[in-house]
């Protein structure tokens, strides 16, 4: 279950990554700012999709378990995505040497997450030390929508550990893996608290209310040297995301069937690094070597809805949630508590 989960997520990167790299030469031509800064709104959507993914299945009640009780599960999520970040402005006068071969001051292309169609060309200018500035026309690169990806899948194994009665400390965890030159994996730990178990035990309410504070780490990348996209060696692509998610939980307080729901706020932040050396060239007399172009750094914020249901049966609970967010997500959980 885990391998295939983590197939799907692998090829998640390995389609934003290997789109981001068609015509990654004629961009760096055209210089490293303007590359930048085209890779830091192609890629925006995927990074943030990822940072609200990965912080969804942390909670399933906000009952806390009993003194010592421990709970085992896998979470499985997929965030779905929106045509808002599909597709992002681009305005030639944001960039020093692209501009579109209609002369047109702005267009909406695609994201990592999105499709052009028809395709998008720009005319680069370069400098070349033989005959000076030349230009050439290149096609922009489309999204990971050409393939009919609208999900963006993250799982994890995730266990909870009760040291006081109505306290949770969590950590989740998704082992890392390496598929098709793409290694990604995952980790986080957070702390749940519910309130309510701190009025007295001779009384009873149908409804519990909990908070929670969890870091989520994921982190990936992308080797691509063998594909020769572009001249040159140890070429890379590196992701990092690290975020806080706070959440405000109740859920009902029934033996078997139980409702909850979430108000929370995410923040967070991504950091992207095209590593390795590439050779830029004009196929004839001009080349040039630029090592580790550039780093694009993203911040992440916003809150959340969760609303939800939980079954248990035993020892065996299975719970199934959706958040509105940036992102909405579906988030389906199975857990084994002792």
């Known amino acids: 279950?885990?391998?295939?989960?983590?197939?799907?997520?692998?090829?998640?990167?390995?389609?934003?990554?290997?789109?981001?790299?068609?015509?990654?030469?004629?961009?760096?031509?055209?210089?490293?700012?303007?590359?930048?800064?085209?890779?830091?709104?192609?890629?925006?959507?995927?990074?943030?999709g990822l940072a609200y993914g990965i912080n969804n299945g942390w909670f399933n009640h906000a009952k806390g378990q009993k003194?010592?009780?421990?709970?085992?599960?896998?979470?499985?999520?997929?965030?779905?995505?929106?045509?808002?970040?599909?597709?992002?402005?681009?305005?030639?006068?944001?960039?020093e040497n692209i501009r579109f071969s209609d002369n047109s001051t702005s267009k909406t292309v695609a994201t990592a997450l999105g499709h052009n169609d028809p395709d998008i060309a720009v005319i680069i200018t370069y400098d070349d030390p033989i005959f000076g500035n030349q230009?050439?026309?290149?096609?922009?690169?489309?999204?990971?929508?050409?393939?009919?990806?609208?999900?963006?899948?993250?799982?994890?194994?995730?266990?909870?550990?009760?040291?006081?009665?109505?306290?949770?400390?969590?950590?989740?965890?998704?082992?890392?893996?390496?598929?098709?030159?793409?290694?990604?994996?995952?980790?986080?730990?957070?702390?749940?608290q519910e309130f309510t178990a701190w009025l007295p035990k001779d009384k009873f309410f149908p409804?519990?209310?909990?908070?929670?504070?969890?870091?989520?780490?994921?982190?990936?990348?992308?080797?691509?040297?063998?594909?020769?996209?572009?001249?040159?060696?140890?070429?890379?692509?590196?992701?990092?995301?690290?975020?806080?998610?706070?959440?405000?939980?109740?859920?009902?307080?029934?033996?078997?069937?139980?409702?909850?729901?979430?108000?929370?706020?995410?923040?967070?932040?991504s950091e992207t690094d095209l590593l390795g050396a590439y050779v830029v060239t004009d196929g004839l007399l001009y080349s040039e070597e630029i090592i580790n172009p550039f780093s694009i750094e993203e911040k992440v914020s916003g809150v959340r809805t969760t609303l939800g249901a939980n079954v248990k049966l035993g020892f065996f609970a299975v719970n199934l949630d959706y958040t509105f967010a940036e992102f909405n997500s579906a988030t389906l959980g199975l857990n084994f508590s002792f």
């Open 135 to 192: 230009e050439t026309e290149i096609t922009l690169p489309t999204g990971i929508g050409s393939t009919g990806v609208n999900i963006i899948p993250t799982a994890f194994l995730q266990a909870a550990f009760s040291p006081f009665r109505g306290t949770q400390i969590k950590a989740r965890y998704f082992p890392k893996i390496e598929t098709d030159n793409v290694k990604t994996g995952l980790y986080g730990f957070g702390i749940q």
């Open 1 to 48: 279950m885990m391998r295939k989960i983590s197939f799907l997520i692998c090829s998640f990167l390995i389609a934003c990554a290997v789109q981001s790299q068609n015509n990654m030469d004629d961009l760096l031509a055209a210089g490293v700012d303007d590359a930048k800064q085209f890779s830091k709104d192609y890629l925006a959507p995927a990074t943030e």
């Open 207 to 269: 409804v519990a209310i909990s908070g929670l504070i969890a870091y989520t780490h994921l982190d990936g990348s992308y080797d691509f040297s063998d594909a020769n996209i572009v001249e040159g060696y140890d070429q890379h692509l590196k992701t990092a995301v690290n975020t806080l998610l706070f959440e405000l939980i109740a859920s009902t307080n029934f033996k078997i069937l139980n409702a909850y729901g979430a108000l929370g706020y995410l923040n967070g932040k």
């Open 67 to 95: 003194q010592f009780g421990f709970e085992i599960g896998l979470v499985a999520n997929t965030s779905f995505i929106n045509d808002d970040k599909k597709s992002f402005e681009m305005r030639v006068n944001e960039y």
